[in-house]
């Protein structure tokens, strides 16, 4: 049975720790690259730090972790990508970037609309002692590809495997869990199959306070974000008719 | 001067009149400076890495993809007059026929040079030919521009093979002649690629539905931004002819097409331009009042960031569209030099307005809620890289008109014009 | 994907692209596999130098380029269009039946009436044995003198018309003569012999049509005219307006008098070189 697999994220616990963008670059090897500028980083994983403009007693802030939403219709970045180095995985509704078909051509980083992708400035390089940090189960990607959240696809492969050698046909969902969600201290973030009703992140998915970015779009992401706080579900859709002062981090 | 007094006068068609070597040289120099930094600055990105750019995450593109575009829009001249001599026998634009393909070569294997620099991995190039998308409008670019430069390079052959010394050896006169005969095929071929390319480099912005600035609806699989994109490329492309022609006509001081030409160029330039601006404006106003606001973006949100104002849209229709349209085909001011050259040249700045709208105006521009609008400097790399190709393309079309017959001319009847 | 290639399946769209691109594809590769195969064609049957030839007429200057009509003063002007082929070409008969108007008067040039001109400066004379000798006309031996090499074609060699008869060198300059007629060479001579080839031609030498491309009688006074005229503006000093109205006598051995001509061009013009 093919999974639909999404996150749903509750704006209201994220304390902005930071925590998930940590363990998302732990888990897939990002280089620490101390050249990169907030435009040029590797941050497959990006906690945003958004106020609601006003100042004093009324000021609010929220954080607002951004990845890539896994879009299902018509995903932009899957149509644009001259040598489908994107697909979508049909067993799983994840986005695949596969980085050693990738020619750096940055057309799917145009148009992707939440600008979830990184491209590879710099040949990665990590400091003495620092290799026996690395995750041997994920490939460093070369410099001049574009990379991206992948929902952390080589532990879907080693719970596949624990399953197989297990003799079992599914998985154990308790066995896939993705880095951020793992390192998550207020479980913000949580992680399941939206294709199944039963699960809490599909359920959540479906409450009144629940809401996607730029869903007029159209681009049915996976990530649901939920919040009680009306002025942080009006961040959802563009700016139109609101005012223009925002802070992020 | 008599050419035969020159060092490399073997090599000059007899009867030619041309600069002696030295000062031809001298000519060059400059812009093999220009070359030669530009090298180096493509090699430093190559050796080190686009980190070299200031493109970052959000401006995947930035300088490169906005003159790629705007030279392969303005080297449509080449596919269009060899579409309008061979396909459609108006004669009266042969003369300029030869120009135009070098041009067109130079524009387009400056283009794919440029772009080779741009990717972050140059030699997977080969895998959008193994692994193509059919969906993807870069496919298709990279597909027809690879074949179009082929088309080119052929067409650029004959015009090679007429030098002086080559045309001794009887292989390649023969082979020019057969060669030559097949040129309408190729010229065909040529405008069916030009077509398809110049429509996808459109199609490359209007099918970016996270980027409510650029989608256009269409029709069927290809939005408005195909159309306009082949509509204001052949539009540009004789305008473009008309300045370098001009151009070369100052540098040399001598007449080399019947000025008549001119004016012909031009008035097709203007009529087609007018037909992009009428086109332009009905897709503006229903991308303002239809498409963008049905996914969320409110037109004026687009033009609040100064200086990208509503006067950006009001230049690229009005002052570069429609008054150049008009200047082209009233009769009366196409017939003064001074005002055709200008009309020409507001054309094509109005074609690379548009360009650079579509890449950078759309790329700064904020889509998430809480994104501000961004600015973008390129490096001196990248300008320097660009400038390499300008520098190529001078050497390279100078190199053409010295030694082989880019002009065709009645021998004895060059008129030398005064002040040169 | 391309079929074969991991993952690919069929749909309309690839159907439409991979037939669109591999038939722009086949077409490119076509025109060029064609455009060689022809030459390779053109080069068998021996129709390359006259291809050349074509393509470097088209190169000659305009007024290099006279119908012999014009120049026996049958017409007024007319400009060959057929690359002096008279023997293919349509109006030959419809302008050779007008009277020829030409002034004959002695150029101090020896032409004789049993041999018939070249544009490119040879005369071809029939012998009685059926072959035919070929000669460079006294205006060109005027013009190179002796010259330093001559390099003469073999024997048994086939010429073409127009394509090279043979070779030769003076003062750094390299001249190639034309042949006049096409055929076999059957004996070489050289400037003592009074002939440099003797050719058996392709075509019938007793039909007057073989022959008829080649200048003969009026004809040839008219052309002289032009051609003397032109080498008096070609070879006097700059600056200095053309004098003795009625043409002078041609010095022999002019390449070694007046060197600092422009002899490049002088000798293109002659020859009929591009």
């Known amino acids: 049975m093919s999974a639909r697999y999404g996150m749903a ?17 732990a888990e897939n090897n990002a280089p620490p690259l101390p050249q990169a500028t907030p435009r040029t980083g590797l941050t497959s994983m990006l906690v945003r730090q958004v106020s609601n403009g006003m100042e004093g007693a009324a000021r609010r802030e929220v954080f607002i972790p951004i990845m890539c939403m896994h879009c299902e219709h018509e995903t932009p970045c899957v149509s644009v990508c001259p ?17 050693q078909r990738c020619l750096g051509c940055r057309y799917c980083m145009t148009a992707c609309p939440y600008h979830a992708r990184y491209f590879n400035w710099w040949d990665p390089a990590w400091p003495a002692g620092m290799e026996k940090s690395l995750n041997p189960g994920v490939a460093a990607r070369m410099r001049g590809v574009v990379e991206k959240c992948n929902m952390c696809h080589a532990r879907l492969h080693s719970a596949r495997a624990k399953a197989a050698a297990a003799g079992k046909r599914e998985i154990d969902p308790a066995d896939y869990i993705p880095a951020c969600v793992e390192a998550c201290p207020t479980e913000a973030i949580r992680f399941g199959n939206l294709a199944d009703e039963n699960d809490p992140v599909s359920r959540d998915a479906h409450s009144p306070d629940a809401f996607r970015m730029l869903a007029r779009l159209d681009t049915e992401p996976k990530l649901y ?11 959802a859709e563009s700016k139109s008719g609101r005012g223009p002062e925002v802070k992020h981090g | 001067m008599a050419s035969t007094a020159m060092a490399d006068s073997r090599w000059i068609a007899r009867g030619a009149e041309r ?14 400076v220009i070359l030669a930094l530009g090298i180096y600055a493509a090699g430093l990105c190559l050796y080190y890495g686009l980190n070299q750019t200031n493109l970052d995450n959000r401006f995947a593109f930035g300088l490169w993809i906005f003159l790629d575009l705007g030279i392969i829009a303005l080297g449509a001249g080449a596919f269009f007059t060899g579409f309008l001599v061979y396909i459609l026998k108006r004669t009266e634009l042969q003369p300029i026929l030869n120009s135009a393909v070098v041009l067109g070569f130079i524009c387009y294997s400056g283009a794919v040079a440029v772009l080779m620099v741009d990717v972050g991995q140059p030699l997977r190039a080969w895998f959008t030919f193994w692994h193509p998308n059919a969906h993807s409008m870069l496919t298709e670019v990279t597909f027809c521009i690879s074949c179009y430069l082929l088309v080119l390079s052929l067409e650029y052959v004959p015009i090679l093979l007429r030098n002086r010394q080559l045309r001794k050896l009887p292989s390649f006169l023969v082979f020019e002649h057969q060669l030559h005969k097949l040129v309408p095929v190729l010229a065909g071929v040529g405008t069916l690629l030009s077509f398809f390319h110049q429509g996808s480099l459109g199609g490359l912005y209007g099918v970016l539905r996270g980027r409510p600035f650029a989608f256009r609806e269409g029709f069927l699989i290809w939005p408005s931004t195909f159309f306009l994109f082949i509509l204001s490329a052949i539009a540009s492309g004789p305008s473009f002819l008309i300045l370098v022609t001009a151009a070369v006509e100052k540098v040399t001081g001598r007449r080399l097409v019947p000025q008549e030409l001119f004016q012909r160029l031009g008035f097709i330039s203007g009529v087609l331009l007018a037909i992009y601006v009428a086109a332009k404006s009905i897709d503006t106003l229903i991308w303002l009042n239809v498409t963008s606001p049905s996914v969320g973006f409110a037109p004026w949100q687009y033009y609040n960031y100064k200086p990208f104002g509503l006067p950006i849209l009001f230049l690229e229709i009005v002052v570069f569209g429609l008054l150049p349209a008009f200047l082209l085909t009233y009769r009366r001011s196409a017939k003064r030099r001074g005002l055709l050259l200008s009309a020409a040249a507001l054309a094509c700045a109005g074609i690379l307005l548009n360009r650079f709208v579509l890449t950078v105006q759309t790329l700064a521009l904020p889509t998430l809620a809480f994104d501000d609008f961004l600015h973008y400097t390129p490096s001196w790399q990248e300008v320097a890289s660009f400038g390499g190709v300008i520098g190529y393309g001078v050497i390279v079309y100078s190199l053409s008109y010295r030694y082989l017959p880019l002009f065709a001319q009645s021998k004895g009847e060059n008129t030398h014009v005064s002040g040169s | 994907m391309f079929p074969g290639v991991d993952g690919f399946h069929w749909s309309f769209g690839h159907i439409l692209f991979l037939s669109l691109f591999f038939a722009v594809a086949l077409t490119i590769l076509t025109t060029v596999v064609s455009a060689v195969w022809r030459t390779i064609r053109d080069f ?3 129709r390359a130098i006259e291809m050349c030839w074509k393509s470097d007429f088209a190169e000659l200057p305009e007024t290099e380029r006279r119908c012999r009509h014009e120049l026996a003063g049958r017409v007024i002007s007319r400009t060959c269009d057929n690359a002096f082929d008279c023997r293919q070409c349509s109006k030959y008969s419809q302008f050779a039946v007008l009277p020829a108007r030409g002034v004959v008067r002695d150029l101090g040039l020896d032409y004789s009436e049993d041999r018939f001109y070249h544009r490119g400066h ?14 460079p006309d006294e205006l060109a031996e005027h013009l190179i003198g002796s010259p330093d090499s001559i390099e003469m074609p073999e024997l048994g060699s086939e ?19 034309r042949a006049p007629i096409e055929g076999t060479v059957v004996g070489i001579g050289g400037p003592k012999e009074g002939w440099y080839l003797k050719m058996r031609p392709r075509l019938n030498p007793n039909d007057p049509a073989t022959l008829r491309h080649l200048l003969r009688g009026a004809e040839v006074h008219g052309w002289l005219s032009r051609e003397l005229e032109r080498l008096q503006l070609q070879l006097r000093a700059p600056n200095t307006a053309p004098s003795l109205a009625d043409g002078g006598v041609l010095l022999p051995g002019l390449m070694d008098a007046v060197p600092e001509a422009d002899w490049g061009t ?9």
């Open chain 1, 83 to 99: 040598q489908q180095a994107v697909e979508v995985d049909k067993a799983t509704g994840i986005v695949m970037q596969m980085p």
């Open chain 1, 225 to 235: 974000y939920k919040s009680k706080e009306a002025w942080v579900r009006e961040l």
């Open chain 1, 9 to 25: 994220i509750d704006l209201d616990r994220c304390t902005g720790c930071g925590a998930c963008m940590v363990a998302c670059a």
């Open chain 2, 19 to 32: 600069t002696p070597l030295p000062q031809f040289l001298l000519w060059l120099a400059p812009w093999a």
């Open chain 3, 266 to 274: 002088v000798l293109a013009d002659t020859f009929l070189e591009t």
């Open chain 3, 159 to 177: 010429i073409e018309v127009n394509g090279t008869a043979w070779r030769m060198k003076k003062n750094g300059n390299e001249i190639r003569v």
């Open chain 3, 122 to 135: 040879t005369w071809v004379k029939p012998e009685e044995d059926g072959t035919f000798t070929i000669g």
């Open chain 3, 44 to 46: 068998h049957a021996n």
